[in-house]
């Protein structure tokens, strides 16, 4: 008896140490964790953040305060389905556009909306209008980043050009002049985190300001100060300057979930259930009951492989990979137009990256997803506009906004519009082609002031639609438009009228199906629904 456990005791012994000898650190895992630690610290040397805790995402109490006036009053009217059906600056013809707060449109809702609400939006008026950029503050959750205070923000720009619109048919003049001052201050002060989804807000609230700032010069009651002050709000461009720090954000949230996922590898203990098939297949099935064990099994070992050694290589070429494209987006951004920037395939194109892991597992799946989700969100049009063509187009929009406020700005000085762009001191070229801005002045006292756009073809002024959808209004050129004549705005209204129908009463548009004749031409523009 005493021989029997002797040697039960000698084969668990031998079993143990061999377990213990089969999980120590080999020399190549040795070498792979000194590969990692060495490419985060010549990131980190470079200038590269490899952690989220590197990152400093807190505001001081002045900071917050001001977010926290600027979320609470844009999460107001999130509900109010007539503010989102409310469009301005609706394009009739090329280079011609209607005038959102001349014709139908839920006044008498808004107007009451606004008044229960005011304290809060002065509130959020006060606080943008403060000196200092306005940030947010995102919340970092074991490996997610959280964003809560993104989508306040778009809505509190809608409400503020709502605001400015209701004032301006009141003749409120000097609260309307507040409120365009405060929505191009919080698109030109907007300080984003250097995370994607900020940077789109961006540009949409710069879109906001843009189209905010025509509807209000439709008055021509502003004087030469005011749109200098306006002017010099978008002197110097923000966003590129934050872009580049994308990839080190990312990189940091990757490595965490790779970190997060080597310790959950490692810790993991595979039981029974775990291992094998439903125990009633094996007497039914048996080769594919041993089939599958052995599949399980093999993944297991594959996980524990990785979280020893791959995981380490796998974070040396993100880093790598992720530095590269960083060093891309700079030289794009030092590029003078879109079309120079076209030539730099890792700012404009898809770069693939290619791990390590080249077996099934939730490890290979999880970094491949995120990896193809930031691919496919900076470099692929896709059903909305890529990371870097919003930033080209933003660059787009903020040069002809200042060629139009210099324009303005020179009629105000001088009673006349100029003959050319050339009279305009300082004026920019065309990010997209370096060209001249287009510039076609009318003997009636209007003009129009476009760029090519992205698809760098000249479509005469022709404004991306919105309501259209895409891809097909995704490629226009971005419009400063004129005002459209009576005959062209009443043409339009026709034709609108023949597909949609205002409801005083629901305060909303509601869609009538067009005759079958119509069913194949393009619609025309039409309420956001």
């Given at each position: 008896m005493a021989r029997r456990w002797i040697i039960a005791a000698a084969v668990c012994g031998v079993l143990v140490l061999a377990g213990v000898w089969a999980r120590r650190p080999r020399g190549d895992d040795l070498e792979a964790i000194a590969l990692a630690a060495q490419a985060r610290a010549e990131a980190r040397a470079a200038g590269f953040k490899v952690e989220l805790a590197e990152f400093d995402f807190a505001l001081d109490e002045a900071a917050r305060r001001r977010l926290t006036a600027v979320t609470n009053a844009g999460a107001l009217l999130n509900r109010e389905l007539w503010l989102s059906q409310m469009q301005w600056m609706q394009s009739v013809a090329p280079g011609a556009a209607v005038s959102g707060w001349r014709g139908e449109g839920p006044w008498a809702a808004a107007e009451i909306a606004f008044r229960s609400r005011a304290a809060a939006h002065d509130a959020a008026v006060a606080a943008v209008l403060e000196p200092g950029p306005l940030r947010t503050e995102p919340i970092v959750r074991d490996c997610s980043i959280l964003l809560p205070h993104l989508a306040p923000q778009g809505q509190l720009a809608h409400a503020l050009t709502m605001r400015m619109t209701l004032d301006l048919r009141a003749g409120r003049l000097a609260e309307a002049w507040t409120n365009l001052l405060a929505v191009n201050t919080l698109a030109a002060r907007y300080e984003p985190e250097p995370f994607l989804i900020p940077l789109s807000v961006g540009d949409r609230l710069a879109q906001r300001a843009f189209t905010a700032t025509w509807e209000a010069l439709r008055t021509n009651v502003w004087s030469e100060a005011q749109l200098a002050q306006l002017a010099a709000l978008w002197e110097t461009p923000k966003l590129w300057q934050i872009a580049e720090n994308t990839s080190s954000t990312r990189t940091a949230e990757v490595l965490c979930w790779i970190k997060l996922a080597r310790e959950e590898a490692r810790t993991n203990r595979l039981s029974w259930a775990e291992v094998t098939p439903p125990w009633s297949t094996l007497l039914s099935h048996p080769m594919?009951?041993?089939?599958?064990?052995?599949?399980?099994?093999?993944?297991?070992?594959?996980?524990?492989?990785?979280?020893?050694?791959?995981?380490?290589?796998?974070?040396?070429?993100?880093?790598?990979?992720?530095?590269?494209?960083?060093?891309?987006?700079?030289?794009?951004?030092?590029?003078?137009?879109?079309?120079?920037?076209?030539?730099?395939?890792?700012?404009?194109?898809?770069?693939?990256?290619?791990?390590?892991?080249?077996?099934?597992?939730?490890?290979?799946?999880?970094?491949?997803?995120?990896?193809?989700?930031?691919?496919?969100?900076?470099?692929?049009?896709?059903?909305?506009?890529?990371?870097?063509?919003?930033?080209?187009?933003?660059?787009?929009?903020?040069?002809?906004?200042?060629?139009?406020?210099?324009?303005?700005?020179?009629?105000?000085?001088?009673?006349?519009?100029?003959?050319?762009?050339?009279?305009?001191?300082?004026?920019?070229?065309?990010?997209?082609?370096?060209?001249?801005?287009?510039?076609?002045?009318?003997?009636?006292?209007?003009?129009?002031?476009?760029?090519?756009?992205?698809?760098?073809?000249?479509?005469?002024?022709?404004?991306?639609?919105?309501?259209?959808?895409?891809?097909?209004?995704?490629?226009?050129?971005?419009?400063?438009?004129?005002?459209?004549?009576?005959?062209?705005?009443?043409?339009?209204?026709?034709?609108?009228?023949?597909?949609?129908?205002?409801?005083?009463?629901?305060?909303?548009?509601?869609?009538?199906?067009?005759?079958?004749?119509?069913?194949?031409?393009?619609?025309?523009p039409e309420p956001r629904r």
């Open positions: 594919t009951f041993g089939r599958e064990t052995w599949k399980r099994l093999r993944t297991h070992r594959q996980n524990r492989l990785w979280a020893r050694r791959n995981s380490y290589l796998d974070e040396v070429i993100l880093i790598s990979f992720q530095r590269d494209r960083r060093e891309d987006l700079r030289r794009a951004a030092a590029q003078p137009t879109w079309a120079a920037m076209q030539a730099i395939p890792g700012a404009t194109q898809a770069v693939q990256l290619t791990l390590t892991t080249n077996y099934p597992s939730k490890v290979q799946a999880m970094i491949n997803l995120r990896a193809m989700s930031f691919a496919f969100a900076v470099w692929d049009a896709g059903p909305d506009p890529s990371f870097i063509k919003k930033l080209v187009r933003h660059e787009m929009r903020r040069r002809v906004l200042l060629a139009a406020l210099a324009v303005e700005r020179f009629r105000a000085r001088h009673g006349r519009l100029p003959a050319s762009l050339d009279e305009l001191p300082g004026a920019l070229p065309d990010f997209a082609d370096g060209e001249p801005l287009r510039y076609r002045p009318a003997p009636d006292g209007t003009f129009v002031l476009y760029s090519v756009g992205l698809d760098l073809r000249d479509d005469g002024g022709r404004m991306r639609d919105s309501t259209r959808g895409y891809p097909a209004s995704l490629e226009r050129d971005v419009v400063w438009p004129r005002e459209a004549s009576a005959e062209q705005e009443a043409a339009w209204r026709e034709r609108r009228a023949a597909r949609w129908r205002w409801n005083p009463a629901g305060q909303h548009w509601f869609e009538v199906p067009p005759p079958p004749e119509l069913m194949e031409t393009e619609p025309e």
